[in-house]
């Protein structure tokens, strides 16, 4: 089994910064994606940012304010969000997905990843 933990969510002012941390424990894949999604109240999951290898990938929405990277060594990925707006609030959440390679393929959609972490957090304040 695969643990996924993030964290690095609060309460931030409108045109703040945080960065997200997304740390996996347990098994582990010779290949995988992991994704950051998010969901506010009263809203569906959707689709943040993904990283394959070194492929990202983003949501229209976050595209040059959020940045998605990884660190293989420390097993953590993160999810650097700059330019924050009151609409990026709500619980963020990391997923993590078993592949057999690594390709330029953005796994954009919650029901193609398997582990999904506790979530986290982020309030922007405008």
């Known amino acids: 089994q695969v643990q996924l933990v993030e964290s690095g969510g609060g309460l931030v002012q409108a045109g703040g910064s945080l960065r997200l941390s997304c740390s996996a424990s347990g098994r582990t894949f010779s290949a995988y994606a992991v994704g950051w999604f998010r969901q506010a109240p009263g809203k569906e999951r959707e689709f943040v940012a993904t990283?394959?290898?070194?492929?990202?990938a983003y949501a229209d929405s976050v595209k040059g304010r959020f940045t998605i990277s990884g660190d293989s060594a420390k097993n953590t990925v993160y999810l650097q969000m700059n330019s924050l707006k009151p609409e990026d609030t709500a619980v963020y959440y990391c997923a993590m997905k078993d592949i057999r390679y690594y390709s330029n393929e953005a796994y954009s959609r919650p029901n193609e990843y398997g582990y999904w972490g506790q979530g986290t957090q982020v309030t922007v304040s405008s």
């Open positions: 990283i394959n290898g070194v492929n990202a």
